[in-house]
Each structure stands twice: as structure tokens, then as C-alpha cells.
């Protein structure tokens, strides 16, 4: 296991520093005056049988369900069932706490969460609050980009990291699968595939906090 600790230097989000055991993985720095006490898996140390299979998808139903989708689609884990619009309707329209009780219900046995980072996802309300539950349960936390990802045709410019905006949270690591062409044009089956070739082995690298 690799253990980070202490205070991390002060830097601007969009900074990032390359982590050691992987050189697809970011680890952004926490927020000023913050101190981090967090575990990150090292995967040359873990045997498969470990590898996280069941994940909890945290991600920004409107802007990037399709790419969502398309994760699922690689089969390599096992999510949570992904609700249709009018079901997620109607899950919010019996209130927070009805929000909170599936959150809770659908992330209570899974060995992983998986923040599925689009152009928006650190803005929304409800992908905070799984992040900061999923670091208060002491679950593995990661994230992923999907920006890249092909959504009825288009890509999108990457988001901010969602991370740094819940004051709890320590160091967790970023993955970006995103590859360009030689004209530096995002290539989204490149992405694609880059995504699918990693996503089982990242979702073991997640950051967990110790105490």
C-alpha cells in the first residue's frame, strides 16, 4: 500500500501532479491549510481477485448519461442500475431524503466509487454529497474523465475537479484516458479504448481515508 500524507502544497486546481504508480493517474493537491490522511492502492501489489467489480457511478445525469452508458458498456464492472429520467423523476420528487436513501442504498456493498468527471460534474449538488459519503464510509475513491467520450456525436471541454470542491476530502486520484489525434483533436474511440483497456485496473487505485 502506498500512504499519503500530511500537508500538500498549495496549487491551482487545474494543476496536477503525475502519481507514481501510474502515469495515467492525477492527483490533485487538497485546498489550503487542509491536511490528507488517505490510502492509495498500489496495483502492482494487488492480485485480481481483489480488483474492485462492484462500483457506485457518481456522475451528472443530464449532461453525460449517454457517456455513462458507454462506461457500463465495457462490461469490466459491475454499477449501479442506471435509472431512466422518469425514474430518477420520480425518486426526486419525494424529496431529499428520498435522494439520500438511494444514494445510501445503492452505494451501501460496493467495493469502489467512481466519479465519472464531465464538463459540469463538480457543479451538481447531489455528486458532492456522494463524494462526501463515500470518503466519511471509508470506501476507495476515484475519478475518471469522460469528457472525451463521444455523447450523440459531440465531446465536450474537461470540468474542474470535483474533489476539491468538498472541504473533507483528501488527495484522490484523477485518471484522463482522453487521447488527441495528431492534429490535436480529441479522438473519442481512441478514448474509448484507452478507457476500456484501464477502467478495471484503475477502479483499484482509488484513495480511502484512514481515519
Do not use: C
Not at 462490461?75 to 435522494?99: C, T
Not at 463538480?122 to 469522460?146: C, F, N
Not at 479504448?193 to 477502479?203: C, G, I, Q, V
Amino acid at each position: 500500500m502506498l500512504e499519503v500524507g500530511g500537508v500538500f502544497g498549495q496549487a491551482g486546481r487545474d494543476e496536477q501532479q503525475s502519481a507514481e504508480f501510474d502515469p495515467a493517474v492525477n492527483i490533485l493537491p487538497p485546498q489550503r491549510n487542509r491536511t490528507a490522511r488517505v490510502v492509495v492502492n498500489d496495483v502492482s501489489s494487488l492480485k485480481a481477485d481483489r480488483m474492485a467489480k462492484t462500483v457506485f457511478y457518481s456522475f451528472h445525469y443530464e449532461q453525460d448519461v449517454h457517456r455513462v452508458q458507454l462506461v457500463r458498456n465495457i462490461n469490466a464492472l459491475e454499477g449501479q442500475p442506471l435509472l431512466n429520467s422518469q425514474e430518477w423523476e420520480e425518486v426526486r420528487r419525494r424529496g431529499d431524503q428520498a435522494i439520500k436513501d438511494w444514494i445510501h442504498d445503492q452505494m451501501a456493498y460496493k467495493k469502489a466509487v467512481i466519479v465519472l468527471i464531465g464538463k459540469y460534474t463538480a457543479s451538481r449538488p447531489w455528486v458532492l454529497y456522494e463524494i462526501e459519503k463515500a470518503w466519511a464510509d471509508k470506501k476507495p475513491l476515484l475519478g475518471i474523465r469522460i469528457h472525451a467520450l463521444s455523447s450523440l456525436g459531440s465531446v465536450d471541454t474537461a470540468g474542474s475537479d470535483p474533489f476539491g470542491k468538498v472541504a473533507s476530502v483528501g488527495a484522490v486520484p484523477i485518471f484522463d484516458p482522453t487521447t488527441r489525434d495528431w492534429a490535436g483533436k480529441i479522438d473519442s474511440k481512441a478514448t474509448y479504448k484507452k478507457l476500456s483497456d484501464n477502467l478495471e485496473r484503475w477502479s483499484s487505485q482509488g484513495a480511502t481515508r484512514l481515519s
